[in-house]
């Protein structure tokens, strides 16, 4: 097992079992982070076929089974997301629909009455500017929602 680094999460893992140190789990760590991937496993079944590859051999071996599992795979994209409901009246309308326009939040529900309210779902990184601006907007209120995926 490789220990975690800064750029490994805390429950990575990395395995060898039964191959000479670093011939395995580095090889297909490396195709892990060279594609930028996260949440992912890579299982590698290696039979003996009565050729003995050497160290070298091995880490080529591997590297070729993730490299070639992960071009076969769909890779899916997946953001923290929150959820932002914002309330004002209908007279500031022009201008809580110039943020959204702007910053592109996915509009999630909306009702436009003499009260009017919008629940918007963004990008957890780009949620503080949405909050910043829509808490500009004269009579907005602003009021949280629960976390969730994309």
């Known amino acids: 097992m490789m220990p975690a680094t800064s750029a ?3 429950n990575f ?3 060898d079992n039964g191959e000479p140190s670093g011939t395995a789990g580095k090889p297909i760590l490396g195709q892990i982070n060279s594609n930028e991937l996260t949440d992912i496993l890579i299982i590698v079944v290696r039979y ?4 003995k590859l050497g160290t070298s051999g091995l880490i080529v071996a591997y590297k070729a089974a993730a490299a070639e599992a ?3 795979c769909t890779i899916v994209e997946k953001t923290v997301d929150e959820e932002v409901t914002v ?5 500031f309308m022009n201008d809580v629909m110039r943020i959204v ?3 592109e939040p996915e509009i999630l529900s909306q009702s436009y ?9 963004i990008r957890q990184s780009a949620m503080p500017r949405l909050r910043s601006r829509l808490e500009k907007v004269e ?12």
């Not at 003996?48 to 050729?51: A, D």
């Not at 309330?87 to 007279?91: A, N, R, S, V, W």
């Not at 009455?113 to 779902?121: A, E, I, K, Q, Y």
């Open 139 to 150: 009579t907005a209120r602003i009021t949280d929602e629960q976390e969730g995926n994309g």
């Open 48 to 51: 003996f076929g009565g050729i």
């Open 113 to 121: 009455d003499m009260d009017c309210s919008m629940t918007l779902r």
């Open 101 to 103: 326009k702007e910053e």
């Open 87 to 91: 309330l004002f009246e209908y007279p």
């Open 13 to 15: 893992r990395a395995n």
């Open 8 to 10: 490994m999460p805390k």
């Open 70 to 72: 992960i071009a076969a």
